[in-house]
């Protein structure tokens, strides 16, 4: 397998998606039913290229070359596999994009299209006899067109672009019931706190692209590690960073932007699980790993804080949630803040690892949720119940006896999430709490919270998702709804035995206690920093470390260390595993204590401590607190923007108008009583005049002669 | 450099309308209801031939254009040129007046004439609708195009200025005959608006025209031609910084720029539908267009004085626009129209701000931009016109659920609303990413603030989006459009408002794909009018304490 070839595959891969957009939007309407067929063959065919794509990138070398035909700049080495070409190609204006290969778009190419191939394959009976079949299998196919896009983008504007596309097809997959106003407003929501963090990516691009007049990672790295900063000003790079963050923020719903995703769920469940759990919602995470060696120090602790405070602020959240779907949803949250968190505390390659498995199961979780909806909403309208709402988990219980398969799935992914041993949860969940004390230990002073926060949250998501699995799946049916739910067909069941299967331990790790005796760290190592010395934390430096034998292929990698962190997060390994071990059965015990045995009523605790409970229900107010500041300014102030424009301005246009009218009056009346009437006066008099003198003509001849003799008299006596 | 193609096809694309209209004038009306019927068919069909010949001329020019010749001040350069004595005359005591019949067409202008040839087509179909005074109505349509067009390719002062007036007077009875409840209101505001605004160019015209001894606006660009001892000699003088903000007064109004704008939503809101969709489509740009060929070029020295204060009539146009449009959902008549109204304010502002950055990418997005903005805000308005004729109201508040109804409409709305929004993979994206990144060189706070007009643009669409086109249809809806089934035998669209949206959408695909198409026409000319400018403007940005 060449490179050309390989670079090949993942064009076909990113555009056979789009090709199942396009015939579903077209002839939807014709194939029917076979629309849900089709595009899951698509993308059966998406997921083989990507696997191909994937063994070859991560365990095969492909040497260094460049080509350079047809205008298209080929590049290949053992990091990256890529090709450039000019897109926009003016003496105004020259921006090469191109799209790019290495481990890290290889390793999520077949996260997203394995994913996606498991939702496809889900829908078809999850979606059976909605109107608007085809539509969703045409929805579907462009958001993971866009997904490969952003995977593979080896430059800002491609980045972008596929980053707004993304935002669309969650938008169209959100609102997709837009019947229902809940749905059509959860969708406008999403796009619109989107948009604020995406302003801000845009704004961090702007800076780049006016300092370094380019937008192609490679080029803005190597500017920034040749010392060019923007505005030569290290704060400025560091508000680049900042600013490029921002759009993760929106996209992984991080705080203080974490809002729309909760609301997301009014989506059907397994767009939920694709987009708003395992794939879209990580593209932040991946971006942030994409654009890393650009983070200065300052950079990277933000980036941990916004982390660290989401993965507590969600986890809190969850605990008191009732709807299935948003319990996992803030779980969804809290968990793309551990992954923020490691890659801001320098975890790099477990903040990543922590996307691939959280994928995985977080996915499981979804289709699991999605596989109890659909049974109890079967069970709902056999039983002609139109009352009972079906994601509400105190309308379910003893599901595990009615849907055996779902629940066993179910309960072998809460481990995994938890963080129990033999799972992949445990493995990069492990790392990153590692990674955290590490860094704590290297930085000291207020950074000890960001552990002290993964810790919390690490408890807090063992007990609320043992919560939900104890309420809904166990003790007995509290409806007649959830009595009556039947387990689902294979097409259902089979992606969750695909993705629990892949939560065990041994796909990554020999040892189910260590992830680094595995392949994964070997593949995605720390990119190199670009940041001068001065502004990025010494113990990640590279080059800075005295036992630094860089050695990405050695077998013994234990006694080789990337750099001083490393070395910490290796000593916290056990330390880690031990707190986090304790901490994830802690709360698993409540779980069982408080939902299965009931030894301490939740209730009581409820009320004991109702300003917390209510905090964490209301979900820290953070839709009433925007909605009464941010949202009702801007509504308020267009208001009055368009009655200040319809008054004052206009006003003042009519006024003016008015004015001139007016004054165009008093002129016509100055016209014609002063100026017509001095006229009317003199034709008058005239007349007047005339009128007179008219007497004089009488007609007669003997008049007439009368007169002219008498002038001549007269002229003839003056005269003379 | 005369182009080879042996006959005046500048002339030809600018007076064909001319002829089309008198063919129409030529139709006999019947005496019944059948014939009349018979003589409206033929007129609409040859206002249909007419200008789609003008759009076959338009992509001539397109192909035989050569990319390489800049244009903007150097008329060996100009492409299509065609130049004759038009008026030469001795006059007492106000001397000799020599005006030219001068056109030719630069990177500056080639885009607008295409935009104008192609929204001019697309255009009529929508004005099949009208059944009162077709002849008229056609007549004027005609007409209108012809000044438009001439307004984009004349190279004389006084010629432009007679264009831009002939544009007037058909556009003042399109909105006062065939417009909606308060036409005549409309149709008198914009009337004296733009009147102002002509004055004040005319003031300056003649005022240029003492200083320089020619009409052509490429002499009066060259700062040797101007006669010492006249009013405009000189750089960097008061009454020529008067001049220029008089222009751009004038230019501004037609834009519209804020304050100027108010015009506009009433003018939209009680035009027709084909009336609103020209006046977006075209009209707008003849501002802006305005700034680019006379007002900057021969005023760079107050460019460059004035240079933030465009910039902010740009920001603050885009900003106060979209705060108006979204605000049309609480307060006035909700109208569909009057929102698509303001979002052009706000989208004009992206052309200002990209003008006043006076860099190559931004002024290359802001003419990339008025071409977007008219093919997107043509679709919006023709979209609001679907539903109005089926409806016969646009009432935000008075729809909902319209994707079930007419799904493949939704579709077509969804390209151009998205597109509005600055959806990448859609023309409006590049052109707003350009202005941006231009203006972010020259005012980095200022196009940040500008950003939040992104946000707000998101807003206002998705909620208009929302109101008219998801959620349940009303019951007064459910029945079909026309129950006969004349004259919309489906609920979906028809064939005549596939032919109006279609191609259009398709532009908008294709130019966001791939741009280089259209950048590249205006490049040369681009690069060449920023070189030209430079030197004034440093000196003018010094001056103004920049």
Redesign the interface.
Known sequence: MTGENLIIFGIVVLLLPLLSFVIN?FFGKKIGNKSGIVATSILGLVLILSSIVFYFKVFTSFGSKIVHKNNILWEFSDKILQLKFTW??????QLKVGIGIDNLAAIMLVVVALISFLVHLFSIEYMAGDPRYSRYFAYLGLFTFSMNGIVLANNFLFM???W??VG?SS?LLI?FW??K?SA??A??KA??VN??GD?GF??GI??L??SYGTLLFDDIFSAIAQGKLPFDSETVLTLAGIFVFCGAIGKSAQFPLHVWLPDAMEGPTPVSALIHAATMVAAGVYLTARVYAMFTASALSFIASIGAITAFLAATIALTQVDFKRVLAYSTVSQLGYMIMSLGVGAYTMGFFHLVTHAWFKAALFLGSGSVIHAMHHAAHHLGDHHTDPQDIRNMGGLRRTMPWTYRTFLFVTLAICGVPLTSGFLSKDGILAGTLAYAQLTGGWHWLIPIAGFASAGLTAFYMFRLLIISFHGEPKTDVAKHTKENNWIILLPLFVLSILSFWFFYSPNPLDAHQGWFPKAIVQPKSVVPDEHQWEFLLINGYQKSEVAPHSSQISHHYLNEFEEAMHHSHYPAMFLSLLIAGTGILFAFLFYQFKIFNPDTLANQFSFLYKLSFRKWYFDEIYNATVVAF??G???????F??KV??GI?NGS?WITRHFGYFIGHFDNIVIDGLVNLIANATGFFGSIVRYLQTGRVQTYVAFAVTGLVLLIYFLL | MQSSLGFPILTWIVFLPIIGMLLVLLVPLGKDERSREVSHIIMRWITVVITFIQLVLAVVIYLNYNKSLPGVNDVSTFQFVERVTWINANFPIIGQIKIEYFLGIDGLSVPMVLLTAIVCFVAVFPSFIIEKGVKGYFAMYLLLDTGMMGVFVALDFFLFYVFWELMLLPMYFLIGIWGGPRKEYAAI?FF??TLVGSVFMLLVMIGLYYSVGSFSILDMMNPNNYKPDSIFAGMHTTIRYIAFMALFIGFAIKVPS??F???L?DAHVEAPTPISVILAGILLKMGTYGMIRIAFPIFPDAVGYFQSLIAWVGMISII?GA??????????QRDFKKLIAYSSVSHMGYVVLGLASMR??G??GAIFQMFNHGTITSMLFMIVGVIYDRAHTRGLDEFG?L??KMPVYT?IMMVAF?AAIG???LSG??SE??V??GA??TY?YL??AS??G???G??YM??TL?KV????LPDRWNKPWDPTGKKFPSDDLIAREYVALVPLALIIIYLGIY??PM??LM??S??YF?EFMKPFVLIGNFLSGM
């Open positions: 939007i926009i190609d003016q003496q105004s204006i972008y672009v596929f707004e596309l669309i938008y609102g837009y019947e106003k059509s407003d969708g406008k796009f619109l948009r604020v302003l845009f704004i702007m800076i692209y006016f801007t509504v102030f267009s208001k009055v923007s368009a009655l424009d319809l301005i206009d246009v108008a | 505001k004296i608006y804020v304050p704008h108010t015009w939503p106060y705060l108006c449009a979204l605000g049309q959902h609480k307060v006035g190559p990418e002024i290359s659920g994707a079930n579709g998205f959806l990448p993979g994206f590049i990413a350009m941006f990144l972010f060189n980095p196009t940040i950003g939040l992104i946000i707000l998101a807003a998705l909620w929302q086109f998801f959620g349940k741009p280089n950048l590249s490049n040369t681009v690069n920023v």
